[in-house]
C-alpha cells in the first residue's frame, strides 16, 4: 500500500486560496475595528481558517464581537481589492515590518532568514492591509462570496505554541465554496458537540473530575467503572489467545529505574516530583533517604520482570501485558476530559523477541489492532509512522545515537506496514528516542487529531537493562521489545467510544444492558423474577420500580440511552413473556423470557452491535 501524503496540502486549490484570502480579509476586519492589534499567523485549515491577533490592553473579545468583525469582513469581499504580491529584500522586509509595528512578524522574518535562509520575503497587499506572506491568493476580494464563511470561536493560543510566550486571541472560522456547504458543515458540527465524551461522560454518569481530588484525575463512577471491566475483560481474552501472559507491577519505584530507562532526566518535566524516603536504619546500616517517582510509564518495570528470570530462545517471544496505571504531570492548560489527563490507566504489553521474529510479533500487533477496530466498527482514523531524523542539530538530546539500529528497526517496522497493505504517513522526527513507533490517530468532534493508540520498536533499552537470552548457541543476547497499546488508556479509548457511539453503546459494552419496566406496582413480584434471571447469568440488569407513570419511565431509560427495555405487564406476566423495546428501534417485540435470556447471553458473550 502507498504512502498517504494525509497531511499533504494543495496550495494551488481553489478552496485553499479562497481560505487564505478570507484569513487576510478577517485580519483587516479586525485592524479597521480594533486599531493597534498586532498580528500573529492566519492559515488555513482543514474546514476553514483562524488568525491570531495581540489585543491591545484591556481589549477582550466576547462572541458579539464575531458578529462586528463577521459584518465588516461582509462590507470587504464586496470592495475592489485585489490581491498584489510582492518581494522584498530580508533587510527591506524586516524594516517595513518594524515601520508597520509588527513585533511577532519580525521575528519570524528573521527566522526564516537566519534558521531557513531565506534572502527574500514574500507580502501580500488587499486595499490597505499589508501582510508577510508566501500566498497563494485569490486574485480580488470580490471573488469571496459574504456567505460562505462564518466566525464561529475565540481561543487562547500562545505566539508560536510556546506556553512561555504571550498569549494571543485566536479567532476561528468555517469557510467552504457555498452556503449550502457551509449550512451542512455547522449542521454536523453541532450534532458532533452533542455527542463530545465531556457532555455525555456528566449526562450517562460515566466520569467525573473533582477539584478536591485534582485536575486530569477522573474519578470513574459505576456506570464507567463497568466500561473499564468489559475492555478489560475484551482485553483479556484477545491477549489469551495470542499468546501474553499478565503481570502486575507497583505504582511508584525508584528513582535509579528511570536513569538506567534513559526517561530521567528526558521526560523530568511530565512526571509529578519525586517523594523523598526516609528509610530506618538496620543493623549496622546507615538511616538514608531514597527517591521514588510515581510510574509515568510501565515499560521499566516490566523490563525488571524479564529479568527476574534466566530467559532462553525457546522463551522468545515473551509477551507480557498488563493494564496498569501510569501519571504524568500534564500542563494544566492541556488537559481536556478524558482525552489529555494526568492519571490514566494503560492497556500495555511489552514483547521481548529475536531479531527473526521481529517483524512477524510487530504485524501480529498490527493484526491485533484490526480486529479490536473492526469489532467496534472504527473507520475515521489512519496509521503514522514515527522516524528519527538524522539531520536534526539535536538528535543527541532526542534520540539513541545508533544509525545503524534505526535503519534496521525502521526498515523491519515499513516493511511489516507494506506486507500488511496498510495505509500510512510518514513523519520524521516524531520517533521515540529509542525506536521508531506506529501511531493510530483518530479525530475529536471538534477535529482535532489526537493519537489514540500506539506501537513502538525498541532496540535501546533492553541494553540499557542488561536484558539477555541465550541462543540457540549458548551465547547471550539482547532482545529487541515492541511496546504495544492497542486499546490505549481506559480514559482516550473511553472518550472515543462515548463519541463513536454517541453514548448508545452496544449491548455487551453498555453500563446498564437491560432495563426491567413493570407496568405497575402489581407487576414487580414478576419483574424481581426476571431481574434475578438475567443477574444470575452476569447481566448488567436494573429495575425501574419508581413511582412514576409508565410513558415517564420509557422516556427516562430511553435518555439514558440502554439498550434493552423490558415492558412487564398483566399479558407478560400471564404468558412467562417480555416485550422488547430497544434502543434506537421503533418496533417492540414479545417473546418468551427463557427465549429472551438466551438471546440476551449469547447477544453479550458474541458482542453483537444490534443497531437501530
Known amino acids: ?17 479562497m481560505r487564505h484570502s478570507l484569513a487576510h480579509v478577517m485580519a483587516q476586519a479586525v485592524q479597521r475595528l480594533f486599531p493597534g492589534v498586532k498580528l500573529g ?15 491591545p490592553a484591556g481589549t477582550v473579545l466576547t462572541d458579539a464581537d464575531l458578529a462586528t468583525i463577521q459584518k465588516e469582513m461582509q462590507k470587504i469581499v464586496k470592495e475592489d481589492q485585489p490581491f498584489q504580491q510582492e518581494e522584498l529584500s530580508f533587510a527591506d522586509a524586516i524594516a517595513r515590518l518594524t515601520q508597520m509595528g509588527e513585533p511577532h512578524k519580525v521575528e519570524y522574518c528573521k527566522e526564516l532568514h537566519d534558521k531557513k535562509g531565506f534572502d527574500t520575503i514574500g507580502f501580500y497587499t488587499n486595499g490597505p492591509f499589508v501582510d508577510m506572506c508566501e500566498g497563494p491568493h485569490v486574485e480580488n476580494v470580490r471573488q469571496l462570496k459574504p456567505d460562505q464563511f462564518k466566525l464561529h470561536a475565540l481561543a487562547g493560543a500562545y505566539w508560536r505554541g510556546d506556553e512561555r510566550n504571550v498569549q494571543l486571541t485566536r479567532i476561528y472560522a468555517y469557510a467552504f465554496p457555498s452556503k449550502p456547504e457551509l449550512k451542512e458543515h455547522i449542521q454536523n458540527v ?27 484525575l477522573p474519578l470513574w463512577l459505576p456506570n464507567g467503572a463497568a466500561i473499564r471491566h468489559e475492555l478489560e475483560k475484551l482485553a483479556y481474552e484477545m491477549e489469551f489467545a495470542a499468546g501474553y501472559v499478565k503481570v502486575a507491577t507497583p505504582i511508584i519505584t525508584r528513582e535509579g529505574l528511570y536513569h538506567t530507562s534513559g526517561h530521567l532526566p528526558l521526560y523530568a518535566k511530565g512526571m509529578y516530583p519525586p517523594m523523598e524516603i526516609h528509610e530506618e536504619a538496620e543493623g549496622d546500616e546507615q538511616a538514608k533517604i531514597e527517591r521514588y517517582y510515581i510510574k509515568p510509564m510501565n515499560c521499566p518495570h516490566h523490563h525488571m520482570v524479564f529479568k527476574a528470570e534466566k530467559r532462553s530462545y525457546r522463551d522468545l517471544p515473551l509477551r507480557l501485558c498488563e493494564y496498569g496505571y501510569n501519571h504524568r504531570f500534564e500542563r494544566a492548560g492541556t488537559l481536556q476530559g478524558l482525552t489529555r489527563v494526568r492519571g490514566f490507566c494503560m492497556n500495555d504489553a511489552h514483547i521481548y523477541v529475536t531479531p527473526e521474529q521481529l517483524k512477524d510479533e510487530f504485524k501480529a500487533v498490527l493484526e491485533l489492532h484490526r480486529k479490536y477496530y473492526a469489532l467496534f466498527e472504527f473507520n475515521d482514523y489512519y496509521l503514522r509512522l514515527s522516524k528519527w531524523d538524522p539531520d536534526d542539530p539535536k538528535k543527541g538530546d532526542k534520540y539513541v545515537d545508533d544509525p545503524a539500529g534505526w535503519a ?25 528516542f529509542y525506536g521508531p513507533k506506529v501511531d493510530y490517530e483518530f479525530r475529536t468532534v471538534t477535529g482535532r487529531e489526537f493519537t489514540a493508540t500506539t506501537n513502538q520498536l525498541d532496540f535501546c533499552v533492553p541494553a540499557r537493562f542488561e ?28 472518550a472515543i467510544l462515548i463519541e463513536h457511539y454517541g453514548g448508545a453503546f452496544p449491548t455487551w459494552l453498555a453500563p446498564i444492558q437491560v432495563c426491567i ?13 426476571v431481574e434475578s434471571l438475567l443477574r444470575s447469568d452476569l447481566v448488567r440488569t436494573e429495575l425501574d420500580d419508581s413511582n412514576n407513570t409508565m410513558g415517564k419511565k420509557i422516556r427516562t431509560n430511553t435518555t439514558r440511552k440502554i439498550p434493552i427495555l423490558l415492558i412487564l405487564g398483566d399479558q407478560e406476566e400471564a404468558d412467562a413473556t417480555v416485550t422488547i423495546r430497544r434502543y434506537g428501534i421503533e418496533q ?16 453479550i458473550r458474541a458482542r453483537k452491535h444490534v443497531k437501530g
Open 1 to 17: 500500500m502507498p504512502v498517504i501524503e494525509k497531511h499533504k496540502v494543495d496550495k494551488q486549490s481553489d478552496l485553499y486560496k
Open 41 to 55: 499567523f492566519g492559515p488555513p485549515i482543514d474546514d476553514g481558517f483562524y488568525y491570531d491577533f495581540l489585543f
Open 190 to 216: 453541532e450534532q458532533a458537540k452533542k455527542n463530545d465524551h465531556r457532555i455525555l461522560g456528566q449526562k450517562l454518569s460515566i466520569y467525573s473530575i473533582a477539584e478536591e481530588v485534582g485536575k486530569g
Open 408 to 432: 534496521f528497526s525502521e526498515r523491519i517496522v515499513q516493511e511489516a506496514l507494506e506486507e500488511m497493505n496498510l495505509e500510512y504517513t510518514i513523519e520524521p522526527g516524531e520517533a521515540a
Open 467 to 494: 536484558l539477555e537470552y541465550t541462543d540457540k548457541d549458548g551465547e547471550q543476547k539482547t532482545p529487541y521489545c515492541i511496546h504495544r497499546a492497542p486499546l490505549g488508556t481506559h480514559e482516550r479509548f473511553i
Open 517 to 529: 419496566v413493570p407496568v405497575s406496582e402489581k407487576h414487580l413480584d414478576y419483574a424481581k423474577k
Open 588 to 603: 417492540q417485540d414479545t417473546m418468551p423470557l427463557d427465549t429472551f435470556h438466551t438471546l440476551v447471553r449469547e447477544e
